[in-house]
């Protein structure tokens, strides 16, 4: 009798044999490594790449929420109340910034306008006076005249502008001169991270480290011949440059002197931030613009020491709007007393090449800050429109009103109720042997 063949007994072409799982028709061999069911490393693998969230009710967002019902009783009053709060607040913050008086005058073209043997009057387009006596009350219209200060090494560094101004009212401390300028984009991406946090901190930096930092690093003003800059980015090279007498001169007796400080002009927590370099003056040169204010490079001297620096603190936070104001001198214990004053300032830094405008802007501080009048008119603003939207709702709620909460008043349920209503009216006719005529 034969005996019956054995399925898992399979003969291969090459006369070896190899058992393999009844049914499939593969050697062992082949069948194993096509194999994934039974490789278990495989399925902890996978488990290990899941990206499923945790099962818990914050990553299944099945935390538990409030939907408002937004009805004429809740918006109504609450539309009020904003109009109640806002109008009142907007309107005391703008009376406090129209109680400001302040100052701005343009002397970008003083150089080009500006006789250099007299005073001559300032073209009224280039002042701006918040005062509280109108400007048609002003007897002495600012004036400048262009002089000379012959201790700069550098020709064109020799200008400077005096300009005269009329205080027509006291102005009660703290007085703050700020420079302003205009059409000045500090920014550009490029712009505002060109510098080294490290060389800031005081920190030795390497050339390495302030060239190639990821993030903030000095490109393209980090060094000169591989010798590295000190302060190195753009920033720092485009640094305002005028200088201010921190006297305001009485002139004609009008006034006494008035005299200002830069101490206190800079944030109280740059103290942290800007610190004494730790390099060699034989490690670093001046960045390329600052060439006249150290035309033989540093010595052991002359270093500048940035945690003192309080102008150049200022200009390193860079402002959002070409137009921006820089605080340069203050006063904060005495006031400004009626007068008329005098200030030089030295012609330093270019504006005109890139149109740019340069101001000197004297002001005073309000509860709120400077002069702002457009925070307290938008919130009145805010609060009116509030009013108006609350009063107006008020009205159609009044004349049209709504049921709320009424489920028959979905659209899906007015379908349902018209079919319910037209399968009625055909049982009806259905009774009665007439149709009900269409209303």
Same mark, same amino acid.
């Given at each position: ?43 902890q693998k996978d488990k290990d790449k899941s990206r499923k969230p945790g099962d ?153 480290? @302030?060239?190639? &930092?990821?993030?903030? #690093? ?6 000169? %011949?591989? *010798?590295? $800059?000190? =302060? ?32 206190? @002009?800079?944030? &109280?927590?740059?103290? #942290? ?6 390099? %060699?003056? *034989?490690? $670093?040169? =001046? ?153």
């Amino acid at each position: 009798m034969a005996s019956s063949a054995d399925p898992s007994n399979t003969k291969l072409p090459d006369g070896t044999s190899s058992s393999a799982p009844p049914g499939t028709g593969y050697p062992d061999s082949e069948y194993e490594s096509d194999s994934v069911s039974e490789d278990s490393s495989f399925g902890q693998k996978d488990k290990d790449k899941s990206r499923k969230p945790g099962d818990n009710a914050f990553r299944q967002q099945r935390l538990k929420a409030y939907n408002p019902v937004l009805t004429a009783k809740t918006v109504i009053p609450l539309l009020i109340a904003i109009a109640i709060v806002f109008v009142p607040l907007g309107a005391a913050m703008w009376y406090g910034s129209s109680r400001v008086q302040d100052m701005a005058i343009d002397y970008s073209q003083c150089e080009l306008l500006a006789s250099s043997d007299h005073f001559s009057e300032i073209p009224d387009r280039f002042t701006d006076f918040n005062f509280r006596t109108k400007d048609a009350d002003i007897a002495h219209r600012p004036q400048w005249r262009l002089d000379t200060d012959e201790s700069q090494p550098f020709d064109d560094e020799r200008k400077v502008c005096t300009i005269q101004f009329e205080i027509p009212n006291r102005m009660t401390a703290p007085i703050y001169l700020f420079y302003r300028l205009h059409n000045f984009y500090a920014n550009h991406r490029r712009f505002v991270k060109s510098f080294s946090e490290d060389q800031l901190e005081g920190k030795p930096a390497s050339l390495n480290t @302030i060239k190639n &930092a990821v993030g903030e #690093n000095c490109s393209p003003l980090s060094n000169i %011949n591989g *010798t590295r $800059i000190y =302060p190195c980015g753009l920033i720092a090279n485009s640094l305002f440059n005028d200088t201010f007498s921190t006297t305001l001169s009485a002139v004609n007796g009008s006034s006494g002197d008035f005299e200002m400080t830069e101490k206190g @002009i800079a944030w &109280a927590t740059d103290k #942290n931030r800007f610190k004494k370099t730790r390099y %060699n003056h *034989t490690e $670093i040169v =001046p960045p390329p613009n600052w060439y006249k204010m150290f035309p033989n490079g540093y010595n052991e001297t002359n270093v500048p020491d940035i945690s003192t620096w309080y102008q150049f603190q200022n200009w390193m936070h860079t402002s959002a709007l070409p137009t921006f104001n820089k605080l340069a001198l203050r006063n904060d214990d005495d006031a400004l007393e009626q007068g008329i004053y005098e200030i030089s300032v030295g012609l330093h830094f270019p504006v005109l090449p890139y149109n740019g405008k340069k101001y000197i802007y004297l002001s005073q501080r309000s509860v709120i800050g400077g002069k702002n009048d457009f925070l307290g008119i938008s919130w009145m603003v805010g609060g009116g429109v509030c009013f108006i939207l609350g009063l107006s709702l008020l009205i159609i709620n009044f004349i049209h009103p709504r049921r709320t909460g009424d489920v028959n008043l979905l659209s899906w349920n007015k379908e349902k109720a018209a079919a319910d209503e037209k399968a009625a009216a055909a049982a009806e006719a259905a009774t009665t042997g007439f149709e009900k005529p269409n209303e």
